[in-house]
């Protein structure tokens, strides 16, 4: 029996800080279509602490890698991958920006009224 063939092609990264939820399984993700026929999906996978992407390959897509019943070759873009900012990484840092000006505020104040 000859292997199923999955190509990923890794053509973009968005980094979030906030876990998606109700997301696609890995498997009904990789099945999507472009408006033109080809195959396109998202996944959500994650960076660990030595800074490797792990992909979130479910346990039985794992068996059949071992058994030789899946062959998965991933890609990547021979000139870099583009790292993009998700909406909700943007927010967090306007916030975290206003946050941090607020304090400084805050903290002349306190400073001023020290000295009088």
């Known amino acids: 029996m000859t292997p199923r ?3 990923l092609i890794l053509t973009d990264f968005a980094l979030h800080t906030v876990e998606k939820r109700g997301a696609k399984t890995f498997e009904a993700s ?3 279509r472009t408006p033109e026929g080809l195959p396109h999906g998202r996944f959500n996978g994650s960076i660990n602490t030595r800074g490797e992407l792990e992909i979130p390959f479910p346990q039985d897509m794992l068996d059949q890698i071992a058994r030789g019943e899946l062959i998965v070759r991933c890609y990547v873009q021979k000139d870099g991958t583009p790292v ?3 909406k909700d990484t943007e927010e967090k840092l306007t916030q975290m920006n206003k946050k941090r000006q607020n304090m400084g505020k805050h903290n002349a104040l306190v400073n001023k009224k020290r000295h009088k």
């Open 5 to 7: 063939e999955i190509d």
């Open 30 to 32: 990789i099945v999507g």
């Open 84 to 86: 993009f900012a998700g």
